[in-house]
């Protein structure tokens, strides 16, 4: 079993930015595989960016050169920088793990999950 605990949202103006902390506790040999989800209301969960045990990234799209996702493993703390941030990226910030994936942004992947945190992004 693996906890997730995510920190650091809030509400910011466009273009202002926001930490995001997500701490494991637990068997954290199976959070080889770690990412961040989001979910607006209404809508579908989507991945946002992953990482995994060997430093390999992927973002979505649509978050590509404004998120930066970043792990410190003697915290075993996994963090999402947000800067440029838009009134579109308003949702729920979820973080997630597993030992292993072949399709990182997938929300169907990962059996650990955190309970989130609201980013709200004004106008």
């Known amino acids: 079993q693996v906890q997730l605990v995510e920190s650091g949202g809030g509400a910011v103006q466009s273009g202002g930015s926001l930490r995001l902390s997500c701490a494991a506790s637990?068997?954290?040999?199976?959070?080889?595989?770690m990412a961040w989800f989001r979910q607006a209301p209404g809508k579908e969960r989507e991945g946002v960016a992953s990482?995994?045990?060997?430093?390999?990234?992927v973002y979505a799209d649509s978050v590509k050169g404004r998120f930066t996702i970043s792990q410190d493993n003697t915290k075993n703390t996994l963090y999402l920088q947000m800067n440029s941030l838009k009134p579109e990226d308003t949702a729920m910030y979820y973080c997630?793990?597993?030992?292993?994936?072949?399709?990182?942004?997938?929300?169907?992947?990962?059996?650990?999950w955190g309970q989130g945190t609201q980013v709200t992004v004004s106008s």
């Open positions: 997630a793990a597993d030992s292993y994936t072949d399709m990182p942004l997938s929300n169907i992947e990962y059996r650990y």
């Open positions: 637990g068997d954290t040999d199976h959070s080889a595989y």
């Open positions: 990482i995994d045990s060997d430093g390999s990234i």
